[in-house]
RNA sequence: GGCGCUAUCGUCUAUCGGCUAGGACGAGAGAUUUUCAUUCUCUAAAGCGGGGUUCGAUUCCCCGUGGCGCUACCA
């Protein structure tokens, strides 16, 4: 079993758009794929034509390539084990639904939903199995010809699995250890349904692992109690020898409260739940997504890869390529995992420090246009440089940056309280006369030139450098003054400060 | 209800029988600074309860309790 090729996949269901748990989930079988370089398969399990979402698997492409999470095969992959959509997969379920027909080991139902409905409503616990297979409409308990009239007559059939009670089935998990369930509480599970000539979940799962020679199912932890069913399916075809290895990751928790991370927890705690913006073509709704916000896929990666796993030191910030390396599925915890999107906020901040600032500046620079300010790269690169330690989003530049590009028109209340005093504007008038004569400008030279002048004149430099970067900025706030004098330039700097010493006089008089 | 999984600071976690229980996020305090922020330093903060096993249990086992999941002709 250690020779096997390491083949796994992710296999979503086109009904929406791809959960954030179900990122991680990709993500570590991506990670364990590349470790044993080995195959990352993508494949869409569709056979419930009525969930079928529009536009859910383009979008969960475009989230994959955002991310950075490639696939060797799959659908829009290519690869020698397709078709990998599994409404174009029909004949093949067929066929091995015949096999376990005429092997004995299923049998073919007909009780219709409503009567089931029925039955589970007049019968308290109420499971189709080997107490109560017999009491039912099927292959069973009708005479061959009897099932046989019935399909000829167009009556639908679902085929079930036929489960031998009182036995015990093994589990072998990679992150759990061993889970021993008994068959008496697994029902007899519909395998396929006539109606739409498609089979359900377990039964494609079990068949397209097999033939795309998957080797371990690496999935989340709420179909752990599907999986003796699943060996009990791989056991009834005879493919123990090859059936793959089971993990089953810790489910992703609400941040606060009870139950799992959902939908609608997004929205109402401000953050997203989805790596891309989704517009629901039904009802129209728009739900955020990661990137759409501002979160650089690297740090929705990091911080998403640590949330059941770590790498056994205290390492924190790692690349894709390091967490490659680092992965191990035995290193993986057990018990649900809170969304602490506070550290995914941390993470975005620790990732934008990372990035080169030419990197932010192109990012930045649109924000800037939507703003109606064009300036060339090399200048928003220059602002980035000054700002990009106190954001934790691009966009936030705009909102801690926008004065170094336009002259204020507002004064912070505050600001001014504190520091435009009486004297201020003699301070700034004469700074500014200063500052026009002085040989030099650039702030490396200027600003010894400055503190002499303020010495000499026995004035406190926090009272006029601050009335001085109020007079710039619009409020106390803002880079080292001599960094934005510099980015200004002299012109922008004295006509800044000398227009807002003329605003400024008129509101203080009104 | 039944079945299963699970349990260390508020949160994510380290410890694979020896602990003064470590790190990170968040929180608080301080330092630096001409503002704000950054940065740096420090502080508070945890082993669910009860039984075993053992020289010794956070670590292994059992019971209880809590949390989570599953219980469809959905995945």
């Known amino acids: ?3 096997r090729r390491v083949r796994v996949r992710f296999a979503p269901s086109p009904t929406g758009p ?4 179900g990122v991680r989930t990709a993500l570590y079988n991506y990670l364990f794929a590349r470790q044993h370089g080995g195959d990352f398969v993508f494949r869409i399990e569709d056979t419930d034509s009525s969930r079928f979402v529009p536009g859910a ?7 994959f390539a955002w991310l950075g999470i490639t696939f060797d095969e799959g659908v829009s992959f290519g690869g020698e084990h397709g078709p990998y959509r599994q409404s174009e997969r029909r004949e093949i379920y067929k066929e091995y639904v015949k096999q376990l027909l005429d092997s004995g080991k299923a049998y073919i139902a007909f009780d219709t939903p409503q009567e089931l409905e029925a039955k589970r409503a007049e019968t308290p616990n109420f499971q189709y199995d080997a107490r109560t297979r017999l009491q039912m409409r099927n292959s069973l308990t009708l005479s061959p010809e009897e099932v046989e009239a019935l399909i000829a007559s167009g009556q639908q059939y679902v085929v079930r699995f036929l489960i031998e009670p009182h036995q015990e089935v093994h589990v072998h998990d990679l992150i759990r250890g061993e889970v021993v369930i008994s068959t008496d509480v697994l ?3 519909v395998l396929y349904k006539s109606a739409d000539e498609l089979p359900t979940y377990h039964l ?9 020679e998957i080797s371990h199912v690496i999935r989340g932890e709420e179909w752990l109690p599907s999986a003796p069913l699943h060996v009990l399916l791989y056991e009834a075809f005879g493919w123990e020898e090859t059936m793959p290895s089971f993990a089953h990751l810790p489910l992703l928790l609400k941040p606060e409260g009870n139950g799992k991370l959902s939908k609608r927890d997004g929205d109402r705690l401000g953050f997203p739940v989805f790596p891309l913006e989704w517009h629901d073509p039904k009802t129209g709704e728009v739900s955020s997504g990661y990137r759409e916000k501002g979160y650089l896929p690297e740090a929705v990666i990091n911080f998403l890869a640590l949330l059941g796993w770590n790498p056994g030191n205290d390492q924190e910030l790692m690349t894709l390529q390091e967490m490659v390396q680092l992965f191990d599925l035995s290193r993986c915890s057990k018990a649900g995992a809170r969304f602490d999107y506070k550290k995914m906020i941390w993470f975005n901040h620790e990732y934008i ?7 932010i500046a192109a990012q930045f620079q649109p924000i800037l246009k939507e703003h109606g300010i064009d300036e060339p790269l090399e200048r928003v690169e220059q602002v980035v440089t000054l700002m990009k330690g106190r954001i934790n989003f691009v966009y936030e530049l705009w909102e801690q940056a926008s004065y170094f590009f336009l002259p204020p028109t507002t004064f912070d209340e505050k600001s001014l309280k504190k520091w435009w005093k009486d004297d201020a504007p003699t301070y700034v008038a004469e700074l500014c006369d200063f500052i026009e004569k002085s040989p030099v400008f650039e702030g490396a030279a200027l600003e010894p030139l400055v503190m002499d002048w303020i010495a000499s004149k026995e004035w406190g430099v926090g009272k006029v450098m601050n009335a001085f970067r109020v007079t710039l900025v619009g409020a106390a706030v803002g880079p080292h003054i001599f960094a934005l004098t510099d980015f200004l330039g002299k012109e922008e700097t004295l006509r800044r400060a000398r227009h807002a010493l003329e605003v400024l006089k008129d509101v203080k008089e009104g």
């Open 353 to 359: 420090l990372q990035k080169d600032d030419s990197e």
């Open 204 to 212: 494609a799962n079990i068949v397209d692992d097999h033939l795309m």
């Open 187 to 189: 029902d007899d599970k």
């Open 18 to 21: 791809l959960h954030i748990g």
């Open 1 to 3: 079993m250690s020779e």
């Open 57 to 63: 698997e383009e979008y969960i492409l475009e989230a």
